[in-house]
């Protein structure tokens, strides 16, 4: 197991749910179809590793860290 990068608890990284940081170069796309996307290549894994749950609240802007007020 390793240490979720966001809330310090343990993470499997072979679990599906799991996110990898990856590292890339990134070009904006250039297609109309795409919708403002990009494209990310040369993509180099990092020994990072996060929960699905606490990716999703770092998009929301909340700390996984954060102790719920409900």
């Known amino acids: 197991?390793?240490?979720c990068h966001f809330c310090g608890e343990p993470v499997d990284p072979l679990a599906r749910d799991s996110y990898r940081r990856v590292t890339g170069w990134e070009r904006k796309a250039l297609a109309e179809s795409r919708k403002g996307g990009s494209d990310?290549?040369?993509r180099e894994p990092v020994d990072e590793y996060a929960h699905s749950g606490c990716v999703i609240l770092?998009?929301?802007g909340l700390s996984p860290r954060q102790a719920s007020l409900l």
Do not use: D, F, K
Request: no cysteine; hydrophobic share 65%.
């Open 58 to 60: 770092v998009q929301q």
């Open 1 to 3: 197991m390793i240490s």
């Open 40 to 42: 990310i290549v040369l």
